[in-house]
């Protein structure tokens, strides 16, 4: 069955420092996403992607983090100067389309000290 | 009054037990409608995925929605102790934007 692969799995960096996480979403997905999940807490959503360009953001996107489509197969999330409060499980997830449910990754732990 | 709310749990039954797994939710403009399973530490699975009113099956699983009351529901027969997780509803009122979560319930499913 496709799946929506994620690296690395868990990453450890230090405050201050950027971390791109990488996504290769499932081949004949359209839409990309990013949620993220504080641990014991539920899950929130970033951003979403389509055509390109980001669809929708939440508030939580804000100008620390960006997205990319680099090439035809990898989406990152890119966060430019990490705090404490970032660590968290970063999801990824694709659809392709209206009548399809999210397929999710299985996550990039954030750590950060 | 949040989003999207779920009974925490935990919720414990017997092996074989039908499971009724339940979200509320407060925007009437929400349409479309998803139930993940997430083991610990893993990424949400998806399960069901419906849009607008009514009910869909899927093997063990049947998900209902019902839009005049903003209640969703999820039933699990002939549960089994693999089914033992957090279920997750999800919900949005746009696809391919923002589905909202609910803070999941806990199943354990006691051989």
């Known amino acids: 069955e496709p799946e929506v692969t994620q690296t690395p799995s868990h990453q450890v960096t230090q405050m201050g420092q950027e971390v791109i996480l990488r996504c290769v979403p499932i081949s004949n997905h359209l839409y990309f996403y990013w949620y993220r999940q504080i641990l014991g807490q539920k899950v929130e959503f970033l951003v979403s992607f389509y055509n390109n360009e980001i669809s929708e953001k939440s508030e939580i996107f804000d100008d620390q983090f960006s997205v990319e489509r680099p090439d035809g197969s990898n989406f990152t999330l890119k966060i430019r100067s990490t705090k404490l409060e970032d660590s968290a499980m970063y999801f990824c997830?694709?659809?392709?389309?209206?009548?399809?449910?999210?397929?999710f990754g299985s996550g990039t732990r954030l750590t950060v000290v | 009054q949040k989003e999207v709310e779920q009974d925490p749990g935990p919720l414990s039954v017997p092996e074989g037990a039908i499971v009724s797994l339940n979200c509320t939710y407060s925007?009437?403009?929400?349409?479309?409608f998803m139930w993940y399973r997430q083991y610990s530490r893993k990424g949400p699975e998806l399960l069901m995925y419906t849009y607008s009113s009514g009910n869909k099956e899927d093997g063990r699983f049947t998900a209902q929605v019902d839009k005049s009351s903003k209640y969703i529901s999820l039933f699990i027969r002939d549960s089994q102790p693999s089914d033992s997780a957090t279920y997750l509803c999800?919900?949005?009122?746009?696809?391919?934007?923002?589905?909202?979560f609910g803070p999941g319930t806990r199943l354990s499913v006691l051989p």
């Open positions: 997830a694709s659809s392709e389309g209206q009548g399809g449910g999210y397929t």
């Open positions: 999800a919900m949005s009122p746009v696809y391919g934007q923002n589905f909202v």
């Open positions: 925007n009437s403009a929400f349409q479309y």
